[in-house]
């Protein structure tokens, strides 16, 4: 289970963390302490990726330029926050009907040991068929969650029945890949909708 209150102390400290599991090294650091949507001046957050999709295709953050990114790390194991925040997106996406055409959910693995294509695939079907799953080697990850400033720290364990202590913020990035805002990932779907509908609202295209 995430332990909520260290999580939130590392993201409120931007403590860096090592940790190490199943013969994976990890490193993160926790960079917004956010906990509902904010404009945010640190656009340091986010950066280039290379990733594997649950199709077997290569994708970048190039692929979905134009589109509103709803940026969600976690894994497949995850007791608790990972499925509450992938539901809330799924309930969000809904509600806003149209305009979830204008977003595009991507859903990037912590634990790429045991989240597989085929995992992934799944996974984030049972949810919304919208969500993209995403993968990759464990040095490809720990890039992209450092870039991101995700907080992860897996629990040793000797075996595969282990669990990955994270933030759960979901980063929502603009057409441009450029940060804007944080919604906690408890937040439910009505919340997000309307939050994300806000965002859309004040973006330039959504004037023309």
Same mark, same amino acid.
């Given at each position: 289970m995430t332990s909520r209150? %260290?999580?939130?102390?590392?993201?409120? =400290?931007? @403590?860096?963390?090592?940790g190490? &599991?199943?013969?994976?090294?990890?490193?993160?650091?926790?960079?917004?302490?956010?906990?509902?949507?904010?404009?945010?001046?640190?656009?340091a957050i986010g950066g280039p990726f290379r990733l594997i999709a649950?199709?077997?295709?290569?994708?970048?953050?190039?692929?979905?330029?134009?589109?509103?990114?709803?940026?969600?790390?976690?894994?497949? %194991?995850?007791?608790?926050?990972?499925? =509450?925040? @992938?539901?809330?997106?799924?309930? &969000?996406l809904r509600r806003l009907g149209r305009l979830a055409r204008r977003v595009q959910p991507l859903f990037i693995t912590i634990d790429p040991h045991r989240d597989t294509r085929k995992v992934m695939a799944a996974y984030v079907k049972a949810f919304d068929p919208r969500i993209v799953g995403l993968t990759g080697s464990a040095t490809e990850i720990t890039i992209v969650a450092r870039e991101y400033g995700v907080y992860v720290a897996p629990k040793r364990s000797s075996g595969e029945d282990y669990l990955v202590d994270?933030?759960?913020?979901?980063?929502?990035?603009?057409?441009?890949?450029?940060?804007?805002?944080?919604?906690?990932?408890?937040a439910s779907g009505a919340e997000m909708a309307a939050q994300i509908e806000t965002l859309l609202s004040k973006a330039p295209e959504a004037r023309r």
């Open positions: 209150p %260290f999580v939130a102390l590392c993201a409120a =400290t931007g @403590l860096l963390v090592l190490s &599991a199943a013969g994976v090294t990890w490193l993160a650091m926790s960079r917004s302490g956010a906990s509902a949507a904010s404009a945010s001046p640190m656009t649950t199709d077997g295709s290569t994708v970048s953050d190039q692929t979905y330029r134009g589109k509103w990114l709803l940026v969600y790390f976690g894994y497949t %194991f995850c007791p608790d926050a990972c499925p =509450t925040a @992938l539901g809330n997106i799924g309930d &969000a994270h933030s759960s913020f979901v980063y929502v990035m603009n057409p441009e890949g450029r940060f804007v805002a944080t919604l906690a990932g408890s």
